[in-house]
């Protein structure tokens, strides 16, 4: 069956980068991109950006345009989501999430990320 | 940027009556290939979003029939036939249509 396992919880300060993974299982990772959502503490989901895996293409909303980096590592069948210079507003839930026929289909648990001094 | 518009943000439901979201979209959602990429997700309290329906009115494995999704151009629905107490949380509908994908501002659903 298909499953996206993400990494655990982190905290970091102000100015920081944090880097979130996503291993994918129960299917063939090439076939399918990855998508990031995220959800602030209490509010609703907020699409960040998404990956080709298969060339490695990305494509992500404007207002990320320059902190956010998005990777695959077709070997370990994992993707991962960076995102620097990190402020308060950037505390939130982050999910990848499966593409399909444009559409997300299998989400990851999530993963917290904290950014306080 | 495509606006999802969901109406009511708040639903009260009495167990076993009916319940319906609206969203409407700002932009059609018809796409090139002749689709509409319409989804609609439930997320549960405490858990990740799970895809209820997908191209307005397609269900995905495993979601009770009770969930029917309805609609088209910029106008949608999701309609739960009787609510039960597990379908407690928060819905939202997402286009998949523009870049970038939008989602709606979520309905809580909460029983009376």
């Known amino acids: 069956q298909v499953q996206l396992v993400q990494s655990g919880a982190e905290v970091k300060k102000p100015g920081a980068s944090v880097k979130v993974s996503c291993k994918a299982s129960g299917y063939t990772f090439t076939s399918n991109g990855i998508s990031w959502v995220r959800q602030a503490p209490g509010q609703g989901l907020e699409w960040m950006g998404w990956i080709t895996v298969y060339n490695g293409k990305t494509d992500h909303a404007q207002k990320f345009q320059g902190r956010v980096a998005m990777t695959t590592d077709t070997s370990t069948s994992t993707a991962y989501l960076e995102l620097r210079s990190l402020t308060a507003d950037d505390t939130a839930v982050y999910y990848c999430a499966r593409h399909l026929s444009r559409s997300l289909d299998y989400w990851g648990q999530g993963t917290l990320v904290t950014v306080s001094s | ?112």
Request: proline fraction near 6%.
């Open chain 2, 1 to 112: 940027d495509v606006v999802m518009t969901q109406s009511p943000l708040s639903l009260p439901v009495t167990l076993g009556q009916p319940a319906s979201i609206s969203c409407r979209s700002s932009q059609s959602l018809v796409y090139s290939d002749g689709n509409t990429y319409l989804n609609w997700f439930q997320q549960r309290p405490g858990q990740s979003p799970r895809r209820l329906i997908y191209k307005v009115s397609n269900r995905d494995s495993g979601v009770p029939d009770r969930f029917s999704g309805s609609g088209s151009g910029t106008d949608f629905t999701l309609e739960i036939s009787r609510v039960e107490a597990e379908d407690v949380g928060v819905y939202y509908c997402m286009q998949g249509t523009h870049w970038p994908w939008t989602f709606g501002q979520g309905t809580k659903v909460e029983i009376k």
